[in-house]
């Protein structure tokens, strides 16, 4: 099977100097890589490059078995789709214009949607529960009433890759699962995805293998199972940690405290 | 038709509100605006004119009066005010800047210097002011692109375009305290905007102008909706992200060059009626881009309507670019002001 993403012995940064270095891993068909690490570890920077905002300074990246540079704009944004960390544009869209958007690479050359392009939205508004906000004006809504938007549009875009800054973010504890949920859902439909996150429990329980990025540098990459532990996240964060496991069964870490 | 099926309907009309029915129906009306504004300006006037004379005896004043004077002013009106309302709304939303004005990007300062210069030197015969207008803001254009328009950031282009039109704002004072003061007279009536008369030739070539360049912005204008969202936002959703924006650029600078060459700066028309049409229709550049063409036509010609009307009252002809503006300020302000109540 040919691989939705990889990279081999990659590199990039901005300009000459490379945030991310000696990156090698493979994202399936079907599967879910978490990306983990500090602040400034390069994380964005690989999604982005992934997009081809960053053309690699070293080392190939590949997309569905091809170079990136093989794809034309609109045929990249067919397969693959982005869900940026921040989204702060006013520019008066609802709900349903802002997820409906998502489609615009599937759409003809006079870029009006059909009702087929109309029901996928909605199916994907319905599938992260955010279908009461299709007439609310973006504006309006929360951080986290955007980030849901951002995500039913990324669906709507039906991608065969979705990268994901941080899906996450800005979202309560519910949503939070109920989102990592829907995604795991799809991937188990054939899905690829890449997300970058911060909490190794949500990794935990949802990815399939983690890449471990410190200071731009690979610290581990393996199945989640393996690679994830105390030690290792210790190192990863600079922070000691410690693992439990819950009278389920389910492994989670956390920060020892030293008050 | 069920009362479920009519609510649903409903509702998405609500939540998406773009669609091929609304918009051809909503630039049909805007379009029958800009014939009444046309037949009006053609109309109405100092000499009271009779449509079926002139339409039906050729050889009449009447007739004269109209063919001659009035419908080539009309139509001058509505190619500017079309060129001033497209080119707004497109780089609004290119600059995620509503205050954005076709002027903005240094297309003012290099047609005023221009004309400026034509003037000052006595440049008068063979349209020398309208020549050295587009000259100059063709010249302004191409500095404002090469230096800010092909980076990733649209600020670049328009801190460019800002320097550029300070910098010939100074140029002109320049040359004005060093000219005759009734070259002076010359120079800040052309700058204040006026429509006067063009031959038939000029309209002409103005016309297959302003088409090709509202009609390259129409058909940006779905990727301008994504561009609105952000660049990197567009460019995840397949939008060539710097090709289309030297495409909107080039449309935009090229249109209202060819305006700012005709008529001088009129101001307020790129700004108000795209404005406006936003507050009205959403923020949909598929429908605002040809709708704000049709409004800033209608807009202008009612505009320049105006001026003629007021000749009686003032003894002399206002420049259009003083009625735009006076219309305009209080309004964009009473529309300022709201938005800024709103959020």
């Known amino acids: 099977m040919t691989a939705s993403l990889s990279a081999r012995g990659l590199s990039v940064g901005y300009g000459r100097v490379p945030v991310v270095e000696g990156l090698t891993f493979d994202v399936q068909p079907g599967s879910l890589l978490a990306v983990l690490g500090p602040n400034g570890s390069g994380k964005s920077t690989l999604l982005r490059s992934a997009l081809g905002w960053l053309p690699p300074l070293e080392g190939d990246l590949l997309l569905f078995g091809q170079p990136l540079r093989a794809f034309e704009r609109r045929r990249l944004a067919q397969r693959v789709a982005w869900v940026p960390q921040t989204f702060e544009s006013d520019a008066g869209f609802t709900g349903m214009e802002l997820v409906l958007m998502g489609r615009a690479p599937h759409l003809g050359a006079w870029g009006l949607p059909s009702e087929r392009d109309l029901a996928f939205s909605r199916a994907a508004m319905e599938e992260l529960d955010v279908l009461p906000l299709a007439g609310r004006r973006t504006g309006e809504l929360s951080g986290g009433e955007r980030r849901l938007l951002l995500l039913a549009r990324a669906l709507a875009q039906e991608p065969e890759l979705l990268l994901l800054d941080e899906p996450t973010a800005f979202l309560d504890l519910r949503h939070q699962v109920h989102v990592l949920q829907r995604v795991r859902a799809r991937v188990d439909r054939g899905l690829a995805v890449v997300a970058v996150l911060h909490d190794a429990n949500l990794a935990a329980s949802v990815a399939d293998s983690v890449l471990l990025l410190r200071d731009g540098h690979v610290l581990g990459h393996g199945p989640t199972r393996e690679l994830l532990s105390a030690e290792r996240l210790a190192s990863l964060y600079g922070l000691p940690m410690v693992e439990a496991v819950t009278e389920s069964g389910v492994r989670t870490f956390a920060p020892r405290w030293t008050p | ?343």
Not at chain 2, 132 to 146: D, E, H, K, P, Q
Not at chain 2, 297 to 303: I, Q, R
Not at chain 2, 311 to 324: C, D, N, R
Request: glycine fraction near 10%; proline fraction near 5%.
């Open chain 2, 1 to 343: 038709m069920s009362v479920a099926l009519a609510q649903d309907r409903l509702a998405v009309a609500r939540e998406v509100r773009f669609s091929a029915g609304r918009a051809t129906l909503i630039l049909c009306v805007l379009a029958a605006c800009v014939v009444a504004a046309l037949l009006a300006s053609a109309t109405l006037g100092e000499y009271p004119l009779g449509l079926r004379r002139a339409l039906l005896d050729p050889l009449s004043v009447d007739a004269s009066v109209f063919w001659r004077l009035r419908v080539p002013r009309a139509v001058l009106g509505a190619l500017v005010g079309a060129a001033l309302g497209a080119s707004g709304s497109a780089l609004q939303a290119l600059l995620k800047n509503p205050l954005a004005d076709p002027f903005i990007l240094g297309v003012s300062g290099g047609a005023a210097l221009g004309a400026t210069v034509a003037l000052a030197l006595g440049l008068t015969a063979f349209a020398g002011p309208s020549l050295f207008a587009f000259a100059g803001s063709v010249a302004a254009m191409g500095l404002v692109l090469t230096v800010g328009g092909t980076r990733r950031s649209p600020y670049a282009a328009l801190l460019t375009g800002v320097v550029f039109n300070a910098f010939a704002s100074a140029a002109i004072t320049g040359i004005k305290t060093l000219i005759s003061p009734d070259k002076v007279g010359e120079i800040l009536y052309w700058l204040a905007g006026s429509l006067g008369y063009e031959t038939p030739r000029t309209l002409a070539g103005a016309a297959v102008l302003q088409v090709a360049c509202v009609g390259v912005l129409w058909r940006q204008s779905g990727r301008l909706n994504l561009l609105s969202l952000g660049d990197e936002d567009a460019s995840s959703l397949g939008v060539p992200v710097d090709r289309t924006r030297i495409l909107v650029l080039l449309a935009t600078s090229f249109s209202v060059a060819g305006a700012v060459a005709l008529s001088g700066l009129v101001g307020f028309v790129g700004l108000i009626v795209p404005h406006l049409l936003r507050l009205l229709l959403g923020p949909d550049q598929r429908l605002l881009v040809p709708a704000s063409a049709l409004g800033g036509a209608a807009f202008l010609v009612l505009s320049d309507l105006f001026t003629r009307l007021l000749f009686p009252v003032f003894h002399t002809e206002l420049p259009v670019g003083v009625v735009t503006a006076v219309l305009g300020g209080p309004f964009f302000i009473y529309l300022l002001q709201r938005s800024e109540a709103r959020t």
